[in-house]
T-cell receptor, first 113, second 112 residues
Framework: IAGITQAPTSQILAAGRRMTLRCTQD?????MYWYRQDLGLGLRLIHY???????GKGEVPDGYSVSRANTDDFPLTLASAVPSQTSVYFC????????????FGPGTRLTVL | QQQVKQSPQSLIVQKGGIPIINCAYE??????FPWYQQFPGKGPALLIA?????SEKKEGRFTISFNKSAKQFSLHIMDSQPGDSATYFC???????????FGAGTRLTVKP
């Protein structure tokens, strides 16, 4: 059982380029999330999806977009990357959105130059 | 502005010691307080969580103490081991993962 997989593991990107981070879960969880982790700031929620076909904005959504075409996949897109988006990105999922344990993927380390 | 303040930033204890990590929050609507453990190069994993209807919850060597009036909660690790060396994050939400707010993290080192 893989749980949550993320790709790529790491990426260096030129500013202004478009980038999609991939996330796939095999646990049939309804809810999925994207976080960024920055030193001294902990994890901050970017976008979430309570169920396939729906998405919502988290604490820091600007510059990012998501889609949820099916239960398993939840890609995060940076339309035009900027250096402040340099971070470690974690995808997570939970059975449901409320009072439920979140399971995190291994993360993607993104550097925008 | 961080809605959940966590301290200390880092902590070093000897094996067998009892590290204590503290968190404070402002939003009285928060009613779910999980702690996550993260090893280097890995994603966070849920360690233990508490709701405000109890003042303490214990799971193995890990205990959460919760003080609703002070809006504070803390993690205690009994008989700490080198394998507990990791970064610990407290978090709080209004019972919905969609608004989970994390503390900045505490890097714990347990020396043999």
């Amino acid at each position: 059982i893989a749980g949550i997989t993320q790709a790529p593991t790491s990426q260096i990107l030129a500013a202004g380029r478009r980038m999609t981070l991939r996330c796939t879960q095999d646990m049939r969880h309804n809810a999925m999330y994207w976080y960024r982790q920055d030193l001294g700031l902990g994890l901050r929620l970017i976008h979430y999806s309570n169920t396939a076909g729906t998405t919502g904005k988290g604490e820091v959504p600007d510059g990012y977009s998501v889609s949820r075409a099916n239960t398993d996949d939840f890609p995060l897109t940076l339309a035009s990357a900027v250096p402040s988006q340099t971070s470690v990105y974690f995808c997570a999922s939970s059975v449901l959105a409320g009072y439920n344990e979140q399971f995190f993927g291994p993360g993607t380390r993104l550097t925008v130059l | 502005q961080q809605q959940v303040k966590q301290s200390p930033q880092s902590l070093i204890v000897q094996k067998g010691g009892i590290p204590i990590i503290n968190c404070a929050y402002e939003n009285t609507a928060f009613d779910y307080f999980p702690w996550y453990q993260q090893f280097p190069g890995k994603g966070p994993a849920l360690l233990i969580a508490i709701r405000p209807d109890v003042s303490e919850k214990k799971e193995g060597r890990f205990t959460i103490s919760f003080n609703k009036s002070a809006k504070q909660f803390s993690l205690h690790i009994m008989d700490s081991q080198p394998g507990d060396s990791a970064t610990y994050f407290c978090a709080a939400s209004r019972g919905n993962n969609n608004d989970m707010r994390f503390g900045a993290g505490t890097r714990l080192t347990v020396k043999p």
